[in-house]
């Protein structure tokens, strides 16, 4: 299987900071790499797919790149909207898998 | 619009089991892989089962394999999992979710659109 490990778990920022999280995978996965936000007692919703392509309705502050093996997910300027827990997946091969999530917090 | 609408999650007993349904609509049902993704509260996604359009491919987590089975009826746009000797670890809410893109294959695939969940615990 591959494990898909995100970093940090949890981060602090304020409002109209830039913020990046990291997504590396055990092995080469391509770009086969989403990113999900997910609210306390929500569904998560779709960000990213294909590493770097914005879902569509998904404002352009968020973007992602990499490939490989290390991707990051960034958010240009912080809103209140954004402070939620984010999740890389891999889709390059069964099982998917999941990073374990990073928690975006108000500071 | 897109919606899926999960349904049959509720308390039981260790060892029994669950159906759980997912209403899809907003979309050709029958040209997209579907998937089951859980969340235990408070803990992260675990992906748990896929079912290709046509319901002839289907791929299971280790950890539901030989226990859960999911299944598709096109006719009725509707996903089903069949959760069977079930375990207090199996206590999560479930998601269903689809393929983003239409494919033969079930494979290099995103999701996109998910469910709102439905709580499945098993407790004695």
């Known amino acids: 299987d591959i494990q898909m490990t995100q970093s940090p778990s949890s981060l602090s920022a304020s409002v109209g900071d830039r913020v990046t999280i990291t997504c590396r995978a055990s092995?080469?996965?391509?770009?086969?790499l989403a990113w999900f936000q997910q609210k306390p007692g929500k569904a998560p919703k779709s960000l990213i797919y294909?590493?770097?392509s914005l879902q569509s309705g998904v404002p352009s502050k968020f973007s992602g790149s990499g490939s490989g093996t290390d991707f990051t997910l960034t958010i240009s300027s912080l809103q209140p909207e954004d402070f939620a827990t984010y999740y890389c997946q891999q889709y390059d091969s069964y099982p998917l898998t999941f990073g374990g999530g990073t928690t975006v917090e108000i500071k | 619009q897109v919606q899926l609408v999960e349904s049959g999650g509720g308390v039981v007993q260790p060892g029994r089991s669950l159906r759980l349904s997912c209403s899809a609509s907003?979309?050709?049902?029958?040209?997209?892989?579907m998937h089951w993704v859980r969340q235990a509260p408070g803990k992260g996604l675990e992906w748990v089962a896929v079912i290709s359009y046509d319901g002839s491919n289907k791929y299971y987590a280790d950890s539901v394999k030989g226990r859960f089975t999911i299944s598709r009826d096109n006719s009725k746009n509707t996903l089903y999992l069949q959760m069977d000797s079930l375990r207090a670890e199996d206590t999560a809410f479930y998601y269903c979710t689809k393929d983003q893109f239409r494919s033969i294959v079930v494979v290099e695939v995103p999701l996109d659109y998910w469910g709102q969940g439905t709580l499945v615990t098993v407790s004695s």
């Open positions: 294909g590493a770097s």
């Open positions: 907003g979309f050709t049902f029958n040209s997209y892989g």
């Open positions: 092995r080469p996965i391509s770009d086969y």
